[in-house]
């Protein structure tokens, strides 16, 4: 069965510096999404993504937040300049054709920010 | 605005018991809920959508707009139900809104 997958599974950084999480969605997706979970509170919303443009942003996903499907596979979460409080489990989505099928959803990468 | 409320973080219950896993939502539109499991190690699945109204697993799920709850049951527990359970709310533009979370502890 196709799965969505997410690479890295970890990733520790400094203060500052810039990350980029990607994603595989599962092949024939059209939207795309990505949620976050810093540890001991709920998953969040950051930014949904379909046709190449985002659709929805949260207020998290400020200006140092940046989506973009490069190759038309992989999906990327960049974060331009990282703080302590960016250090979350990330998760990416994916879902078919519309925004009412069911997300299925990448292990996660677990940024650690020091 | 827009919310759901898991009212209970850890759930305990014997093999065999019947399970209830609470969630409300707030929510002005047409909710469209879900209910997500994550086993240990795993990753988010789906378990069940109210607008397909089947049974997962032994699970079910009855949306109530006049208490706005969607709470997830289970007549008779079993081990490998343990895990952590998510209600969510998605709106049209295909965001989802989670609660907090609520582990399922399922003791033999």
């Known amino acids: 069965e196709p799965e969505v997958t997410q690479t890295p599974s970890h990733q520790v950084t400094q203060m500052g510096q810039e990350v980029i999480l990607r994603c595989v969605p599962i092949s024939n997706h059209l939207y795309f999404y990505w949620y976050r979970q810093i540890l001991g509170q709920k998953v969040e919303f950051l930014v949904s993504?379909?046709?190449?443009?985002?659709?929805?942003k949260s207020e998290i996903f400020d200006d140092q937040f940046s989506v973009e499907r490069p190759d038309g596979s992989n999906f990327t979460l960049k974060i331009r300049s990282t703080k302590l409080e960016d250090s979350a489990m990330y998760f990416c989505a994916s879902a078919g054709g519309s925004v009412q099928e069911t997300q299925y959803f990448g292990p996660g990468t677990r940024l650690l920010v020091l | 605005a827009q919310r759901v409320t898991q009212p209970e973080k850890l759930l305990s219950v014997f093999k065999g018991a019947p399970v209830e896993l609470k969630c409300n939502y707030s929510?002005?539109?047409?909710?469209?809920l879900f209910w997500y499991v994550q086993y240990s190690r795993q990753r988010l699945q789906l378990l069940l959508r109210h607008i397909s109204r089947e049974s997962i697993k032994g699970f079910t799920a009855d949306l109530n707009k006049g208490e706005t709850s969607f709470h997830l049951k289970k007549p008779f527990a079993q081990e490998e139900d343990s895990a952590m359970y998510y209600c969510a709310l998605s709106f049209n533009t295909g965001k989802l809104i989670f609660g907090q979370g609520t582990t399922l502890q399922v003791k033999p």
């Open positions: 929510y002005s539109g047409s909710p469209e």
């Open positions: 993504f379909y046709n190449n443009e985002i659709s929805e």
